[in-house]
């Protein structure tokens, strides 16, 4: 099981993705956001989001100020790593 979590870990984070391609994902249905220079895929919490459409605010762009706001508890930064698909590129 820990050799499958590295694995995973090392293909999220080996991954690259430039600021163009994730500004073309900024719909409900195909939601990525930036935070601190991670990518993440959250089309599929779009829906459960307690916020509602608030998370749609930045689809597509960086969300770090956002995130980081005093309406998330702790809990977000547990929940978010698992829809993490890659960096943003340099």
């Given at each position: 099981?820990?050799?499958?979590?590295?694995?995973?870990?090392?293909?999220?984070?080996?991954?690259?993705?430039?600021?163009?391609?994730?500004?073309?994902?900024?719909?409900?249905?195909?939601?990525?956001?930036?935070?601190?220079?991670?990518?993440?895929?959250?089309?599929?919490?779009?829906?459960?989001?307690?916020?509602?459409?608030?998370?749609?605010?930045?689809?597509?762009?960086?969300?770090?100020?956002?995130?980081?706001?005093?309406?998330?508890?702790?809990?977000?930064?547990?929940?978010?790593?698992?829809?993490?698909?890659g960096k943003l590129e340099d």
């Amino acid at each position: 099981i820990f050799c499958i979590c590295l694995l995973i870990f090392h293909i999220q984070t080996s991954t690259s993705y430039s600021k163009k391609e994730v500004s073309t994902h900024n719909t409900r249905k195909d939601c990525w956001i930036i935070i601190k220079d991670k990518v993440y895929d959250v089309t599929p919490y779009v829906e459960e989001h307690p916020g509602g459409d608030a998370i749609l605010n930045n689809a597509g762009g960086d969300s770090t100020e956002g995130f980081f706001g005093p309406q998330h508890g702790t809990r977000v930064f547990d929940i978010i790593e698992d829809f993490c698909i890659g960096k943003l590129e340099d």
